[in-house]
């Protein structure tokens, strides 16, 4: 019971989350609806045993990417109206046919299997625990070149960042 | 006793995915667009760590640590667009953006 009430809680808030993210019309609202949504995650990952985890995404997400996030909010402001007229002409139907196929997959495999997904891959029985011994057991000797790779990945995209924000026209003296 | 199996956690990163491609559609409103990327890159962590849980290894959870560190340096070079955008036509809106028309 207490393991339904576990998944069902934060799955709500997450669905939540996820709504407030899409149709909130303030730009710090859908922000504050995306930290509901990785916030939640979180706690799902820790009844998952993917306890490490769980603490990177509250710090890095939670943290670091929406405090990025709400940066530029403030940089940008937040009092224009967002554009309502359409450019693209028929988008709405376009989108209402891919939501058509995509919600007729998901019923298609719910119905035919009555939300047993067909997994073709047993369920182990014994439970494992993502700590953080475990994770850099792999991380620093299977997964090491990847692990190499990210690291350029983030200087390429710090350095990036920096070419694009740098304002390169002479500023008016004050 | 109804058991809290893995088709639930796969039920809820499929929603949850749907409603980041729904926002991604129609929003227009770049920022927005990029948390609704969040949203989406989310509901395939949750996936990975459900099948660590299936599988018992423990290559899920470290694929979710190169997914976070590729969606950090994704948002961070977003961002940074998105602001050179905003000093240029002061505002974020998508369909305003003529400048890479070939």
């Known amino acids: ?174 | 006793m109804i058991e809290v199996s893995t088709d639930w956690y796969l039920t809820l990163a499929a929603i949850l995915f749907s409603i980041g491609f729904i926002g991604m559609m129609i929003r227009k409103n770049a920022l927005i667009m990029f948390m609704c990327i969040e949203l989406m890159l989310n509901s395939v962590n949750l996936t990975f760590i459900t099948a660590s849980r299936h599988f018992g290894t423990i290559e899920g959870q470290i694929s979710v640590f190169f997914v976070l560190v590729v969606a950090a340096a994704e948002v961070v070079v977003g961002l940074a667009i998105i602001v050179s955008i905003f000093k240029k036509q002061s505002s974020a809106s998508v369909d305003w953006l003529r400048a890479s028309r070939g």
């Open chain 1, 1 to 174: 019971m207490l393991d339904i009430v576990l998944f069902a809680v934060p799955a709500g808030l997450v669905i939540l989350g996820a709504l407030i993210v899409i149709f909130a019309k303030n730009p710090v609202h859908n922000a504050m609806g995306l930290v509901l949504t990785l916030a939640s995650l979180a706690i799902i990952y820790i009844t998952l045993n993917a306890t490490f985890v769980a603490m990177v995404q509250m710090l890095v997400y939670a943290g670091a990417v929406m405090t990025l996030f709400l940066f530029v909010i403030m940089m940008i402001g937040v009092d224009k109206p967002e554009q309502t007229r359409e450019e693209i002409k028929g988008q709405t139907f376009l989108v209402s046919g891919a939501l058509l196929i995509l919600g007729g997959i998901v019923s298609y495999v719910v119905i035919k299997s009555g939300l047993k997904w067909d997994l073709w891959f047993p369920a182990v029985d014994y439970t494992l625990e993502g700590t953080p011994d475990l994770i850099a057991g792999s991380l620093f000797t299977e997964w090491i070149l990847p692990f190499e790779i990210i690291s350029i990945l983030l200087i390429v995209a710090t350095a990036a960042a920096i070419a694009l924000a740098y304002d390169t026209k002479p500023r008016k003296k004050l």
